[in-house]
């Protein structure tokens, strides 16, 4: 039977939080006290009334915080600094409890008293604080994505304003987004900014920003300036259009640099505790085919400690590919659903390792192969995003056995890999 203890409900918030005592039965003690961040005396005067309260009913105290992202943080470090055993939950499991009244009340000080009252459960699932080295490459990771999502925005808006005043410039580069491109609207922002320009100026300029000979420009020129002469009848350009599509250029290149410096951090932490097994654990997972440093990083930062996991359903809820079911009485749903309620950020890279795992080469070889028929097979039967997600939880039982066994990817059959079990099976029963 588990000892008895005392439950501490911690609300956090950006700069200050509520903290509330529970009894094992289940009986508050006192009202909630307000803990400033910003104030040392505060802080430790938390620790006091958590150490009276243990005092006074011979029950050693453990600390509850809701996840916050960031917010916990440096509170948890706090209470975990002053000898106090701290845990942390899935807000998940808090919101579920959330109403234990029928009155429909919210409010920080409520909160931290439910939070006290939920902690009571010993069969309470709880995260571990990951180490530093962890979280500062979780930084870094979350901060690269944060860019790129902000540069697609940016990008988006460029061609929304593209579509609107030039859309015939959208067919002249393979992308809107090419150096070339970018140096040509940046000059020539305009369709009649175009038709007013030099044209051999305009070909020199293309070749030097694409590093191509003048030559081979050409006809990308007079394509170019045929688009322009057709923006005059389909197409409506207005005063800022010019204004707006120089700004969104300089965002979207200030976003590259800007993730480019951030990729250029995270191999540079890598680099200085290459000794590391959680950095060892990211080159483990960097020879799985279609997954370079950033992927295998990414989903390191997102497991953070491999060890809590011993079966990989454990893995599949933790990303979110657990399937949602919908029973009650005699209804059983049939339209089954990814939860997605696990990190969104390496259900991204999942999904990309996905991809990469069903394409094929140039030559039309698929890249790899027994994946490549798995979703084939899945396609006859299935839509095609169902087949990927099938796809994404085989991914997913790759990572977690190269995770397991300490081992580099291999391609091997279904047919080598049952041979391989039975094997291991014979030896275990001799």
Excluded at 10 to 29: K, N, R
Excluded at 99 to 123: Q, T, W, Y
Excluded at 246 to 264: H, M, P, T
Aim: aromatic share 8%.
């Amino acid at each position: 039977m588990t000892k008895p203890f005392l439950s501490v409900g911690v609300d956090v918030g950006a700069d200050f939080s509520y903290m509330s005592i529970a009894l094992p039965s289940h009986e508050l003690v006192g009202k909630p006290f307000k803990i400033v961040h910003s104030d040392p005396k505060s802080l430790s005067l938390a620790v006091s009334v958590i150490r009276k309260a243990e005092a006074a009913n011979a029950l050693n105290a453990r600390v509850v915080f809701e996840s916050t992202g960031i917010y916990h943080i440096p509170l948890f470090c706090y209470m975990e600094t002053a000898g106090l055993e701290a845990i942390v939950i899935n807000p998940l499991l808090s919101h579920s409890g959330r109403n234990f009244n029928i009155r429909k009340v919210h409010s920080d000080k409520m909160d931290s008293r439910k939070l006290a009252l939920l902690g009571l459960n010993p069969r309470l699932k709880t995260s571990i604080m990951p180490v530093e080295l962890v979280l500062n490459l979780r930084g870094l990771v979350r901060e690269y994505f944060n860019l790129v999502d902000n540069r697609a925005a940016y990008t988006n808006r460029l061609l929304g304003v593209l579509r609107e005043a030039f859309p015939q410039y959208l067919g002249v580069f393979s992308k809107v987004t090419t150096v070339a491109s970018f140096a040509i609207l940046e000059k020539y922002a305009l369709p009649e900014n175009i038709l007013a320009a030099n044209p051999d100026v305009l070909v020199e300029e293309i070749a030097k920003a694409a590093r191509r000979k003048v030559s081979t420009i050409i006809p990308q020129r007079d394509k170019l300036v045929a688009a322009a002469k057709d923006a005059q009848s389909f197409g409506h350009a207005l005063d800022c259009h010019a204004s707006l599509i120089r700004l969104y250029i300089s965002f979207i290149k200030r976003f590259d640099e800007s993730a480019k410096d951030v990729l250029r951090q995270m191999k540079a932490l890598a680099r200085a505790n290459e000794n590391e097994p959680f950095i060892q654990q990211i080159h483990l997972l960097e020879t799985y085919r279609g997954a370079g440093f950033l992927s295998a990083a990414t989903l390191m930062a997102e497991i953070g400690d491999f060890s809590v996991f011993q079966k990989p359903k454990q893995l599949f809820a933790f990303f979110g590919l657990d399937p949602e079911v919908k029973q009650s009485g005699n209804f059983q749903g049939t339209r089954v659903k990814m939860s997605k309620r696990g990190s969104g950020l390496a259900r991204r890279i999942l999904y990309i390792m996905a991809l990469q795992s069903v394409a094929t080469h140039r030559d039309g070889s698929p890249k790899n192969p027994v994946l490549h028929a798995y979703y084939l097979e899945k396609c006859r039967s299935k839509a095609k995003n169902v087949a990927l997600g099938a796809i994404m939880h085989k991914v997913c039982n790759i990572v977690f056995a190269m995770l397991r066994d300490s081992k580099p990817f291999e391609m091997i059959s279904p047919e080598e890999h049952r041979r391989r079990y039975d094997e291991i099976r014979e030896n275990a029963a001799a």
